[in-house]
């Protein structure tokens, strides 16, 4: 266990998830009932104020999922060099901000132009970049998974070269017809292994096939993304169907029909019973993340949903961890479900350089800005465990020059979906959230993500250094670590089975604590000397004096004790 004391000694340092077919075979079975066929171009949606019944908090892009493909950086990339470094935290910080958008236009009225953001293409991820390959990866290729041509193909555009251990497992079991009960960590690869075989087995046009129930919006948008990424080759559609979107936009993308529906449980029965979507043609049922779904209640929603889909299918359930409640639902939903179980490594964490900072709560704020501002990274989420805390975090930052946003779950969805847009298309610096709303994010230029504050739960943690890493490269996790957070900070090590060093930056100089804190100790030492008194107020009494001999009570001068 990490010693507190160690941790206080500290405290002058720095502060601190067979064969392949042929295509001609792939989708050209009869559905029972059809649907549009896919335009060429997807068409923008509109983004409007939406209603409904989750609860989820967060926002993010339309309806059914687009496919962005990189630009090309514009001719201003190297004028505008020095102003995107100062955007973004790097050395030669000076008061900027703001930032253009997706067509090169400044926002918020500015006349000064930004450049583009280029993102980086995924590459495969080598032995090299794995620090623990053999408790992640197996020895098979996707190829001798028996998935087909279509499917391998956009498998090799993700950049994705060799299958981990769950996705090995799961795939199989999948396309075998059978139900899964799956155990796996997060950053092991979840999505492909149940998203795979689903574009494999596909009926072609046979709308609202297959159902993906997701307990937060993000994750929705997120998981209908990468789908939609590793689906491009094929002819089968994704859609992300939340709370929070107008319900128009997702009606129009439901009346295309596509095959796959990723949603929100109480989103997907909203539109089950305004008539935009039905449960009929489902084939394959899959909830990813079942526990947190259970957490936040949507119990009763999942059962609901499940109990309605009549017809022959399959259900898979994904989860980090199995509780006695999952185990129940299982027995009740599914068919002598084939039991996966892989927790012994995760890519993530294998890809992220992990550091923890001693700090005193009164320095934190202090420490981040010269954490942001000694570094270079690309894109920083800091995480806090407080919305009020976010926002005094963002607006601290903010003041100091930093282009910070804030997200979290009390924000006006309009808000959330703005901040979303900027960060999914490069234009943030920093971005400060809230566990709830930054959960699912998945941009591929996050290099960076602060623990602001240590999260009570350590499987939390690894969901939040688990935003970077993302697509084979390496990323950077620093925690901010008080010096009586010693237990946490080992909780977490042995949730993730790693060491987290220490990092010591000689150049800031920690401050005298402030007035009030000062004011807080010297009260407190007077209350602990008055305790110590109050116990021990006999300790200077003077002893009584002994009797005379000659006292006719004590004959003999023998005083009984």
């Known amino acids: 266990m990490r010693d507190p004391g160690i941790l206080m000694n500290q405290t002058t340092m720095t502060e601190p998830d067979s064969e392949t077919r042929s295509d001609s075979q792939s989708h050209d079975r009869t559905p029972s009932e059809g649907?549009?066929?896919?335009?060429?171009?997807?068409?923008?949606?509109?983004?409007?104020?939406?209603?409904?019944?989750?609860?989820?908090?967060?926002?993010?892009?339309?309806?059914?999922?687009?496919?962005?493909?990189?630009?090309?950086?514009?001719?201003?990339?190297?004028?505008?060099?020095?102003?995107e470094r100062r955007r973004r935290g790097g050395r030669g910080r000076g008061k900027g901000g703001g930032g253009g958008g997706r067509d090169g236009r400044p926002m918020h009225e500015s006349t000064d132009e930004r450049p583009e953001t280029q993102r980086r293409e995924r590459r495969p991820v080598s032995r090299e970049d794995v620090e623990h390959w053999e408790e992640i990866f197996?020895?098979?290729?996707?190829?001798?998974?028996?998935?087909?041509?279509?499917?391998?193909?956009?498998?090799?555009?993700?950049?994705?070269?060799?299958?981990?251990?769950?996705?090995?497992?799961?795939?199989?079991?999948?396309?075998?017809?059978?139900?899964?009960?799956?155990?796996?960590?997060?950053?092991?690869?979840?999505?492909?292994?149940?998203?795979?075989?689903?574009?494999?087995?596909?009926?072609?046009?046979?709308?609202?096939?297959?159902?993906?129930?997701?307990?937060?919006?993000?994750?929705?948008?997120?998981?209908?993304?990468?789908?939609?990424?590793?689906?491009?080759?094929?002819?089968?559609?994704?859609?992300?169907?939340?709370?929070?979107?107008?319900?128009?936009?997702?009606?129009?993308?439901?009346?295309?029909?596509?095959?796959?529906?990723?949603?929100?449980?109480?989103?997907?029965?909203?539109?089950?019973?305004?008539?935009?979507?039905?449960?009929?043609?489902?084939?394959?049922?899959?909830?990813d993340e079942v526990d947190r779904m259970l957490d936040i209640g949507f119990r009763e929603d999942i059962r609901k949903i499940l109990?309605?889909?009549?017809?022959?299918?399959?259900?898979?359930?994904?989860?980090?961890?199995?509780?006695?409640?999952?185990?129940?639902?299982?027995?009740?939903?599914?068919?002598?479900?084939?039991?996966?179980?892989?927790?012994?490594?995760?890519?993530?964490a294998s890809l992220v350089q992990q550091h923890y900072l001693t700090v005193n709560p009164w320095e934190k704020r202090r420490m981040l800005l010269h954490l942001l501002t000694h570094e270079e990274p690309d894109l920083t989420i800091v995480f806090c465990?407080?919305?009020?805390?976010?926002?005094?975090?963002?607006?601290?930052?903010?003041?100091?020059?930093?282009?910070?946003?804030?997200?979290?779950?009390?924000?006006?969805?309009?808000?959330?979906?703005?901040?979303?847009?900027?960060?999914?298309?490069?234009?943030?610096?920093?971005?400060?959230?809230?566990?709830?709303?930054?959960?699912?994010?998945?941009?591929?230029?996050?290099?960076?993500?602060?623990?602001?504050?240590?999260?009570?739960?350590?499987e939390i943690y690894i969901h939040r250094i688990g935003r970077t890493a993302r697509a084979g490269r390496k990323g950077v996790a620093w925690s901010l670590v008080m010096p009586d957070q010693g237990e946490l900070l080992t909780a977490i090590e042995k949730l993730a089975n790693i060491h987290i060093p220490h990092l010591d930056y000689p150049d800031f100089v920690p401050g005298p604590p402030p007035e009030r804190v000062q004011a807080e100790r010297a009260a407190e030492e007077k209350r602990i000397e008055k305790l110590k008194e109050q116990s021990n107020r006999f300790a200077n009494a003077p002893l009584p004096r002994a009797k005379a001999e000659n006292d006719p009570r004590f004959p003999g001068g023998v005083v009984p004790t």
Not at 48 to 66: H, Q, S, V
Not at 338 to 348: C, H, I, N, W, Y
């Open 307 to 348: 109990k309605a889909i009549k017809g022959e299918h399959q259900t898979v359930f994904v989860s980090a961890t199995i509780s006695d409640e999952i185990e129940k639902l299982a027995s009740n939903y599914m068919r002598d479900p084939v039991r996966l179980e892989t927790t012994g490594g995760s890519l993530t």
């Open 385 to 458: 465990r407080m919305k009020r805390t976010v926002d005094d975090v963002a607006r601290y930052l903010r003041d100091k020059g930093i282009d910070a946003h804030a997200i979290h779950g009390d924000m006006y969805q309009g808000k959330r979906n703005s901040v979303m847009r900027r960060l999914r298309s490069g234009e943030l610096g920093v971005l400060v959230a809230s566990d709830l709303a930054a959960r699912g994010l998945d941009v591929d230029n996050i290099s960076h993500v602060v623990n602001y504050d240590l999260p009570d739960d350590p």
């Open 138 to 287: 197996g020895e098979k290729t996707f190829a001798d998974l028996g998935l087909r041509s279509s499917v391998l193909k956009g498998v090799e555009a993700a950049g994705f070269t060799s299958p981990t251990k769950i996705q090995a497992e799961m795939i199989p079991a999948v396309l075998s017809g059978k139900d899964v009960l799956g155990q796996s960590r997060t950053g092991t690869g979840k999505t492909a292994a149940f998203g795979l075989p689903l574009f494999h087995l596909a009926t072609r046009e046979l709308p609202f096939q297959s159902i993906i129930l997701a307990p937060t919006r993000e994750l929705a948008i997120q998981i209908a993304q990468e789908l939609a990424d590793l689906g491009k080759f094929t002819p089968i559609r994704v859609s992300a169907v939340y709370g929070g979107q107008n319900i128009a936009t997702q009606a129009e993308a439901l009346d295309k029909g596509p095959e796959i529906i990723v949603a929100t449980p109480g989103r997907l029965m909203d539109m089950v019973e305004r008539g935009h979507l039905h449960l009929r043609n489902v084939k394959f049922a899959i909830l």
């Open 35 to 83: 649907g549009d066929q896919p335009s060429k171009k997807r068409r923008r949606r509109r983004r409007g104020k939406g209603g409904g019944r989750d609860g989820e908090g967060g926002g993010g892009d339309g309806g059914e999922a687009r496919r962005e493909e990189p630009r090309e950086a514009s001719s201003s990339d190297r004028d505008g060099g020095e102003r």
